[in-house]
């Protein structure tokens, strides 16, 4: 089957480091996404990762590890419009579709 | 450059009935992908449309359709509209075809369906 984890719901305090957990079991591993969803709004891209390893993208960066089906997704300088759910997805196979875990939402404290 | 539209914003529709979701892809794609977001709930797909084709598809019923014009633009169709239909309805495109490299999806803003 396919199955994708990460937490529910995670709190830091502004200015801080925060590090968002996902693992997932899935046919045909092809690539991880991460995404930014604020409320009502629709999912933005944040990275991807397809080697293991880490990218780094300002603030954000990501890490995969395909032997234990594992990435994180690293926020540094945290601020409060980082307050948002974020999305672990696996790009499944050869073509484009996304399998997507619950979300992890993020509440910044002053 | 516009990005991915949707269209409508918001929708309130009663059991039994049927709706008609609209999408334009962002220019220069040709890929559109429908998912379904449950509130809490990350999105699922529903199915894939290329070159006017559904390509692949999730485990939604037969009751969900689509069809994707020959200017990449898609509509998502739901008869027979249950309570638990109530979700945002989120349409991404991309382009290069179904396969290959790397490409990004790019998120419409999507359309809340309430089903009362």
């Known amino acids: 089957g396919q199955n994708i984890d990460q937490p529910t719901e995670m709190t830091a305090t502004e200015g801080a480091i925060v590090q968002i957990n996902c693992t997932y079991q899935t046919s045909g591993f092809n690539g991880l996404f991460w995404y930014q969803q604020h409320a009502g709004e629709a999912p933005t891209f944040l990275s991807y990762n397809v080697l293991d390893g880490l990218e780094e993208k300002g603030r954000f960066s990501s890490f995969l590890s395909r032997s234990k089906g594992y990435s994180y997704l690293l926020l540094k300088e945290l601020q409060m419009k980082d307050s948002a759910s974020y999305l672990c997805a696996v790009k499944s196979g050869a073509t484009n579709k996304l399998i997507f875990g619950t979300g992890t939402l993020l509440a910044v404290q002053p | 450059d516009a990005g991915v539209t949707q269209s409508p914003t918001h929708l309130i529709k009663t059991r039994g009935q049927q709706v008609t979701l609209r999408c334009s892809p962002k220019?220069?794609?040709?890929?559109v992908s429908w998912y379904q977001q449950a509130l809490g709930q990350g999105p699922q797909f529903i199915f894939q449309?290329?070159?006017?084709?559904?390509?692949q598809r999730g485990n939604f019923p037969d009751r969900f359709s689509g069809h994707q014009f020959p200017n990449y633009s898609s509509e998502l169709n739901v008869n027979a509209l249950l309570l638990g239909d109530s979700a945002l309805y989120l349409c991404a495109s991309k382009d290069g075809g179904l396969a290959g490299l790397y490409n990004e999806q790019f998120f419409g803003p999507g359309t809340r369906l309430t089903v009362l």
């Open positions: 220019s220069g794609h040709d890929t």
């Open positions: 449309y290329y070159e006017e084709e559904e390509r």
